[in-house]
Every structure is written in structure tokens, then in C-alpha cells.
């Protein structure tokens, strides 16, 4: 029993990291050293350092750790959302996973702020996290309201913009959207569309708060169909079903002659191309037959459940990677290494971008066997 008595001593919820030290008979910086991995203090020494801190319930003080060293270890992630919805913009999913996972590595916890969390015209009601500063650091996820960006540099040392409107030389990365349309229409072009219909949203301008892609995708596929010389037309449509939407999409996959050869290239993906999809089907129209498709943007779940869609990859995931490591460097005081990064994806090619050749019959298929996916 006095053996026991004894073994149930050592076990203390939440000991100290001065009673671990007493407990191994060493000096707090031996043990700190030891528990940190250090090769300085012998593998043996290490070892048993470790196994004693399970033994005794020793738990890392973050509270203690926050006084030493000046910060308190969390990164925020700022997304964009609405007073009434949850999240306004659900790939953020994606990009907070990537943010999370490099800052994990290095031993911070994220912590998930809202953008209205920010605005207001009573700068003190802002979250907590901002009142007490918690935060050593925010990312920035999507396109905000300028003056919320405002009050988020005022109220953070350091700050990185991830995919937003927000670019400057340091500090930002993004996605290069000019080269995401080019590419998408060019496929669309040597797929053998004549009329490249850009099926876009409701809003085309960053000064109504849209995201920079909105201009940019456009721009660039622009650019590829003017210099192909084929013919250009574009329409607007919500990201949602409506019967408006469906109206102006069965135009060009209900051509009335066989010669029109459109090829519609879609904004995004998950909206904008299941809805031609969507449209096709209830018409009775089929891709690659009547008309081809393509989009500028995929997510993990339409790589999934569309794997033939013609589209441009956009790894947002390992995008919110990299905003994780700049804002690490800056934390770190490695300015000359925050340069801001444009990041290019590649052609998924898919099945959807190449229409039938001409005179080719209905029941045959556009796409070589080997070039499918």
C-alpha cells in the first residue's frame, strides 16, 4: 500500500513545469530543453523527462508561455459572412483547412473570426479577439469591405491577405485569375467551339465589394478568344437555379442550326457549371454533343462528382498553405521572405471542351479513349 500511496503522489492533474523539474532532479531549462527535443540534452535524459511528465500530469502552460515569450500562439482567420447566414462563402472551407494545417505544424491554434465581427461604427464592440489581443496575427480569407481591411491593420500587427481583393508587394497570396480564364478558353477554342458564351455573375465590378476573379477570369479569357479571333457573347446569371437563368442558358445549348458549335465557359464551377448541367439535362441537350463546356474554377467536390468536367484546378487548400507560412515568416520577423505570391493552376482537361467534329455522328464520342479520364 505505501508503495501505491506513494505512486498515486506523483500523479498530479496539470503539474507544473517547476514540479517536473523537482521531480527529475534537474533544472527547469535542462527540462524545458529536453521537452522541446533539444539534442543539447541526452537522448536518455529526454526520455525520461518525457515518461516523467506523463507520470505526474505535467500539461504545457500556454498562459505561461504567452508571458514569456510576448504571444499568445493563436492566428486568426477572417472570413467573409453575412448577418444573416452562417458563411457566405462556402469554399472558405478549403482555404481555412490549409491555413489551419501549416499553422498546426508549428504549434498554433487558429481561431475563426467573422468580418462582421470587425465592422461597425463602434470600433471598441469589436470581438474579443481584437479587444484583448489575443491574436499574434490574422489571415484574411476572400473580399471584404475596404474599411473593414482598414480597422484589421489597425488592430493587428501582422496580417496576411489570402485570395483577397487585397494586393500589394508583400503579404498577399492569390491565385492568378487572368491565366485560370485564358487557359479555359483556349480549351473551349481547340475543342472546336466557333462562339464562346461567358457565363458570368451578377456583378462585374470590385467596387460593388465582388471578388477580384469576377473581372479577372473574364479578362483573360477575353484575351485568349480576341486573339483566336472567334466570336465573343456573355451573359450574367445568379449562382442559383431561377427560371430566368434557365432562359438565357437554353439559347446556346438549344442551338437552332447544328453549325453554331457554342462552348460555354462558366465563372466558376460549382455554381455556375452544374447549373448548365442542370439546364442541359431537364432540355434534353448533351455536353460535348450540343454544345461544349468549361469552367475557371473545381473544388474537391466537384473534382469528385464531376471528374470529366473540363476545368481549371484551384488547390485552394494548398493555397491556405502557403498564407500559413508567410504569415509564420512575418511572426518570425522574415519580411525580405513575405514577398506576395501568384500562384498558377493547370487545365484539368475533362471531356466537356471538345464539341463533335462535323458530320461526326451523335452517337459517336468527341475524346480519344486514352485522353479521357
Known amino acids: ?54 507520470q505526474i500530469g505535467y500539461r504545457p ?38 491555413v ?40 484574411v480569407l476572400n473580399a471584404i469591405d475596404a474599411e473593414v481591411e ?35 478558353a483556349e480549351a473551349l477554342i481547340t475543342g472546336g467551339a466557333h462562339r464562346i458564351v461567358w457565363i458570368g455573375a451578377d456583378h462585374v465590378t470590385q467596387s460593388e465589394g465582388d471578388h477580384y476573379s469576377f473581372m479577372q477570369r473574364r479578362q483573360g479569357a477575353k484575351a485568349a478568344v480576341d486573339e483566336a479571333g472567334v466570336e465573343w457573347r456573355e451573359i450574367s446569371i445568379a449562382p442559383e437555379y431561377t427560371t430566368e437563368g434557365h432562359r438565357e442558358i437554353r439559347q446556346f445549348i438549344s442551338p437552332f442550326e447544328s453549325e453554331a458549335r457554342f462552348g460555354l465557359l462558366a465563372y466558376d464551377g ?36 464531376l471528374p470529366w468536367l473540363s476545368r481549371v484546378e484551384f488547390d485552394r487548400q494548398a493555397l491556405g498553405m502557403r498564407a500559413a507560412a508567410m504569415i509564420l515568416k512575418r511572426l518570425d520577423g522574415e519580411n525580405e521572405s513575405c514577398l506576395s505570391e501568384l500562384h498558377r493552376d493547370r487545365l484539368i482537361a475533362g471531356s466537356t471542351s471538345v464539341l463533335l467534329k462535323p458530320g461526326q455522328s451523335r452517337g459517336g464520342f468527341p475524346i480519344p479513349e486514352e485522353e479521357m479520364l
Open 61 to 98: 502552460s500556454a498562459a505561461a508561455r504567452s508571458m514569456r515569450t510576448r504571444r499568445t500562439r493563436q492566428i486568426g482567420a477572417v472570413y467573409l459572412n453575412e448577418t444573416n447566414r452562417v458563411a457566405s462563402v462556402p469554399h472558405n472551407h478549403y482555404l481555412i483547412a490549409g
Open 150 to 184: 482598414r480597422r484589421i491593420e489597425k488592430l493587428v500587427p501582422a496580417v496576411v491577405w489570402a485570395d483577397t481583393n487585397h494586393w500589394r508587394e508583400a503579404l498577399c497570396v492569390r491565385r492568378d485569375e487572368v491565366h485560370a480564364g485564358k487557359i479555359a
Open 100 to 139: 489551419n494545417a501549416g499553422l498546426e505544424e508549428a504549434g498554433y491554434v487558429l481561431c475563426l473570426v467573422r468580418a462582421t465581427d470587425v465592422a461597425g461604427e463602434d470600433e471598441g464592440a469589436e470581438s474579443r479577439v481584437f479587444r484583448e489581443r489575443i491574436l499574434d496575427g490574422v489571415v
Open 270 to 305: 460549382v455554381y455556375r457549371a452544374l447549373k448548365i448541367l442542370n439546364v442541359a439535362m431537364l432540355e434534353r441537350r448533351v455536353v460535348g454533343v450540343d454544345f461544349s463546356l468549361a469552367a475557371c474554377d473545381d473544388t474537391p467536390l466537384l473534382s469528385d462528382q
Open 1 to 54: 500500500m505505501a508503495g501505491m500511496e506513494s505512486k498515486n503522489a506523483l500523479v498530479r492533474p496539470y503539474a507544473s513545469q517547476s514540479t517536473l523539474a523537482e521531480a527529475a532532479g534537474l533544472s527547469r531549462l535542462t527540462v524545458n530543453k529536453a521537452l522541446k527535443g533539444d539534442p543539447i540534452v541526452s537522448l536518455e535524459t529526454r526520455t525520461r523527462v518525457v515518461e516523467l511528465a506523463a
